[in-house]
């Protein structure tokens, strides 16, 4: 069982804006900052987002996240077919031990 | 760019010692900056940390795998490794290392692509 926890899947159109939650933070681990995570099959783990709401160089700002209480959030506008994909959430808390959301996979209908 | 490959059996039988490696390049496990870790994720689950090596090859493992495992760094071929004992069907999995680096917060910004282990007769 994850210690952070994702809705299975979220969907939406080509355009739409749609948003991933993750939530545990403090009651489970404290309160470290999020990453998020894009990952399709038979490639890395990308990095979306660090630090809960910042970018790595390259990745587009359609992508961005925030954080308030005990939940993290992804939020990804224009959506585009080739954001299909499983997106995870990940923290490190205060023993440097990781703590993984379950998953949400995103459909582009 | 860094890079992390994964390397070893793909087929490991129950009881026995399940042996994986993660190769580094572009990179250096003897960083002071950096951390390495272990994540695998079981069929149909989410992710798990397993445990990390630091600088000076200190180690962590989550308490649930802490009798079982053993994570250590070879910095003459700038590779860590994993030993995992008394294997079974619940081990097996996708596995992957990872680079956790840390300066006032932590993510881990490199991954390998992961090996699937499955632990079968």
């Known amino acids: 069982q994850s210690l952070l926890t994702q809705p299975p899947s979220v969907s939406g159109t080509p355009g739409q804006r749609v948003t991933i939650s993750c939530s545990g933070f403090?009651?489970?681990?404290?309160?470290?900052?999020a990453n998020w995570y894009q990952h399709l099959p038979g490639t890395t783990p990308k990095l979306l987002i660090y630090?809960?709401?910042q970018r790595p160089s390259g990745v587009p700002d359609r992508f961005s996240g925030s954080k308030s209480g005990t939940s993290a959030s992804l939020a990804i506008s224009g959506l585009q077919s080739e954001d299909e994909a499983e997106y995870f959430c990940?923290?490190?808390?205060?023993?440097?031990?990781?703590?993984f959301g379950g998953g949400t996979k995103l459909i582009v209908l | 760019q860094l890079q992390l490959q994964e390397s070893g059996p793909g087929l490991v039988q129950p009881s026995e010692t399940l042996s994986l490696t993660c190769t580094v390049s572009g990179g250096s496990v003897r960083s002071a900056s950096s951390y390495w870790a272990w994540i695998r994720q079981p069929p149909g689950k989410g992710l798990e940390w397993m445990g990390s090596i630091y600088h000076g090859g200190s180690t962590d493992y989550n308490p649930s795998l802490k009798s079982r495992l053993t994570i250590v760094a070879d910095t003459s071929k700038n590779q860590f490794s994993l030993r995992l004992t008394y294997a079974t069907a619940t081990d097996t999995a996708i596995y992957y290392c990872?680079?956790?680096?840390?300066?006032?917060?932590?993510?881990?910004?490199?991954w390998g692509l992961g090996t699937l282990v499955t632990v079968s007769s």
């Open positions: 630090n809960n709401n």
């Open positions: 990940a923290a490190w808390d205060d023993s440097l031990q990781g703590v």
């Open positions: 990872a680079r956790v680096s840390c300066g006032g917060y932590c993510f881990s910004d490199s």
């Open positions: 403090s009651s489970n681990i404290g309160s470290p900052s």
